[in-house]
Structures are given as C-alpha cells and as structure tokens.
C-alpha cells in the first residue's frame, strides 16, 4: 500500500536559535552605551576604535578580538567580567514563574 503525502505538509516549528556571541555582546555594548546617553562617535573616540568598526560590533558584524573588547568595554566603564556578565544574564532562558533570578 502506498504512502499518502499531503500536499501542503503541516509547517514544523523552528528551533529557538541562540544568538551569536558576538550579537549578543555588541547588544550589551549598544545597550550600555545607550544607557549612559552616549553617541557612537564618542564611544568610539574614547575606545580607540573607527565609529564604523564600533558599529559593527554593535550589530554583531564583527568578532572583535579581546584587546578591542576590552578597549570599547573600558570606555564605557565597564570591565571584561562586568561584560560577560550582562551577555550571560542576557542569554539566560526566562526563571520560571515564582523563582527570582540573581542579578549580578
């Protein structure tokens, strides 16, 4: 007996994706110099970086190597540790309902 096929297959949700590293830490980046009220070009002076390169680092284009991390990182008072820290509570799957995450 033959295989029936549908001819419209019932979509199969998609795995939730992690992001990147990089996206993830140029959203902590972007995020943390848009807290302190900061422009592009200013963090990107007192970091040493191009405003384009520092761009690009914001949306996850570039893999920055740790010296360029810790420069950008640095110009906006944030240490390598702090940096981490904020990626990693940011791709911490939600606590379930009653429990309190740990802000660190």
């Known amino acids: 007996m033959a295989e029936i096929i549908p001819l419209h297959p019932t979509p199969q949700p998609q795995p939730q994706l992690e992001p990147l590293w990089r996206e993830a830490v140029g959203d902590v980046l972007r995020r943390t110099r848009h807290d302190r009220g900061e422009r592009l070009a200013d963090t990107a002076r007192q970091s040493g970086v191009s405003p384009q390169y520092l761009s690009e680092m914001e949306r996850g284009l570039k ?40 802000a660190a």
């Open 63 to 102: 893999e920055p190597s740790s010296e360029m991390l810790a420069a950008v990182a640095g110009a906006l008072e944030l240490t390598l540790l702090d940096l981490a820290a904020a990626v990693a509570a940011d791709l911490l799957p939600a606590a379930p309902t009653g429990t309190v995450r740990n």
